[in-house]
């Protein structure tokens, strides 16, 4: 027999491509059937005028793939089970019509109802975002020639499981970055690459949290971790946070099984841990017997004086594990984070990593291993970080500018500000709501991933505000938006009292506004 396949010696495909493609078609298509004979590899070379070999090289991979069937003294066939076949789940009938509301609820789901602050979906000129680095800044020249590099020596790497705790290489490169950075100095193998700091929040509390155990945890906090340890039928203690950070002389005396802590940037109000409340909170963990989570989720960017020592840097007793991110210097697309723990935890924190998802991708690690060893993240971060402390003055500028002397915190470090509002401003859900209206993206706590457990004195007097993602022309439109909103809010007020409003800019907030707790 003859099947209809015309090459064409012209075409930039290969004539052994052209063959299994349109062979491959032919079956598809159900103009070759199941079962259905094909010509011999002589009599199709005759009928094409190509090599026998080339019949040849089209049917055996046609064969491997799962298209054709070759038996001695019957010939070369239509397989009767396509490859396709096996990719698609045929649906019963029984329960086609079967929904959600079908199904009996036997136990509580953890999350229900409880949505995760994510990215305004609005479309707004100017978005303010919490965390979000410069698209811009990502050193794509310096990953893709990595990439090719590495992909050139790869070899068998790509193919085989690696520790799941991480590539050697890289864990080297982290631990030598972060004993001149951080101040902690440890062996590689207390180190475990996982997918950001929320994979490293995850395992931490695989390791040390059982259903009623007791977690302390600030107040305000992380979303991210407030809602992982109630998923794990954690007892939340909260604790109130001032201008010094974590309020220590609050913690319990009986202690927890860990307590988490935001000490270098504290999430979401900015402050910074002082020195004298991280030795008290050290010695109350050795006292207590109680973890410590110290999420140093941003700290590469500190703009003002010297940063203290992580708490890891400062702790003897093995009380203390370190979570650290190259999502907000790098980009959050990487997913690539790294927990420190101490020595006695290494064991376990490498079999929890193995169980959760056996590693992480390999590929990723060597380009990120390359780039910390040869200085390119070191340059990389002292070009963005003098690029975001322009941004944040300019930020700071704009904000007095249009609404005279403002309270913040959080400047010193860090990719965001919490702006402290004054009375004469709208609480903080409304500021919001008028900023959109004018197309610009603010956020109170509830909106920019924090949690308050209530008693929180910030809860709607603060507005948090990005500025990395936005470059300065962009920060100057988007505070004059804001201020716009304001200004128009108040005019009606002012028409009724027969008086003209006054701008933002020249409104009197007072004296500078004292932090909670000051």
């Known amino acids: 027999m003859e099947i209809p396949v015309l090459l064409d010696p012209k075409s930039r495909q290969s004539l052994q491509a052209q063959l299994y493609e349109q062979i491959r078609k032919l079956i598809l298509g159900g103009r070759l059937k199941p079962g259905t004979p094909l010509p011999a590899s002589r009599a199709l070379s005759r009928q094409l005028g190509v090599s026998r070999n080339t019949i040849m090289l089209a049917y055996d991979r046609l064969s491997a793939e799962g298209y054709l069937q070759t038996r001695e003294a019957i010939g070369t066939y239509v397989s009767f089970e396509l490859p396709e076949d096996c990719l698609t789940a045929k649906r019963l009938a029984s329960t086609a019509d079967t929904s959600a509301q079908d199904f009996p609820t036997r136990r509580q789901i953890a999350f229900a109802g409880r949505p995760q602050a994510v990215v305004n979906q609005r479309r707004l000129a100017y978005d303010f975002w919490l965390g979000r680095p410069d698209p811009h800044s990502f050193p794509i020249k310096a990953w893709r020639r990595l990439i090719n590099r590495t992909l050139v020596t790869a070899g068998t790497r790509l193919t085989e499981y690696r520790d799941p705790a991480g590539l050697i290489d890289l864990r080297q490169a982290i631990a030598d970055h972060i004993g001149p950075a951080r101040g902690i100095n440890v062996d590689p193998d207390q180190i475990i690459i996982v997918a950001g700091c929320q994979e490293g929040l995850n395992l931490t509390a695989r390791l040390l ?82 973890y410590i989570v110290e999420d140093d989720y941003d700290s590469d960017f500190r703009y003002r004086g010297s940063p203290i020592a992580a708490l890891m840097g400062l702790d003897s007793h093995g009380c203390v594990i370190y979570l650290g991110t190259f999502s907000k210097s790098i980009g959050a697309g990487l997913r690539i984070g790294y927990l420190v723990v101490p020595k006695h935890l290494a064991g376990p924190a490498g079999t929890a990593k193995a169980l959760l998802d056996n590693g992480h991708p390999w590929l990723e690690q060597a380009v990120l291993a390359e780039f910390l060893a040869g200085g390119g993240y070191d340059n990389h971060l002292r070009r963005i970080r003098q690029s975001y402390a322009e941004r944040r003055d300019c930020l700071t500028d704009c904000l007095k500018r249009h609404f005279g002397e403002v309270a913040i915190s ?89 008086l003209h409003a006054p701008t933002p800019a020249t409104l009197k907030a007072g004296s500078r506004i004292p932090l909670p707790g000051s």
């Open 209 to 290: 949290l059982r259903e009623g155990m007791s977690v302390a945890i600030e107040n305000p906090a992380y979303q991210g971790a407030a809602y992982l340890y109630e998923s794990y039928r954690a007892r939340l203690m909260p604790v109130c946070v001032d201008e010094n950070g974590l309020s220590v002389e609050d913690l319990p005396a009986e202690g927890a099984a860990l307590l988490y802590v935001t000490p270098s940037h504290q999430y979401p109000m900015g402050f910074t841990l002082s020195l004298e409340r991280r030795l008290r909170l050290l010695d109350w963990a050795w006292r207590t017997g109680t």
């Open 410 to 498: 959080g400047s010193e470090c860090g990719m965001h500000i919490a702006w402290h509002l004054p009375d004469d401003l709208p609480r903080a859900a409304r500021l919001q709501e008028m900023a959109a209206e004018h197309g610009v993206g603010i956020y109170t706590l509830q909106s920019g991933a924090a949690y308050d457990f209530g008693g929180c004195a910030y809860s709607d007097r603060a507005i948090m505000l990005g500025f990395s993602s936005l470059n300065e022309r962009q920060i100057r439109s988007g505070t004059e938006r804001v201020a716009a909103a304001v200004d128009a809010a108040r005019k009606p007020a002012a028409t009724v009292a027969g």
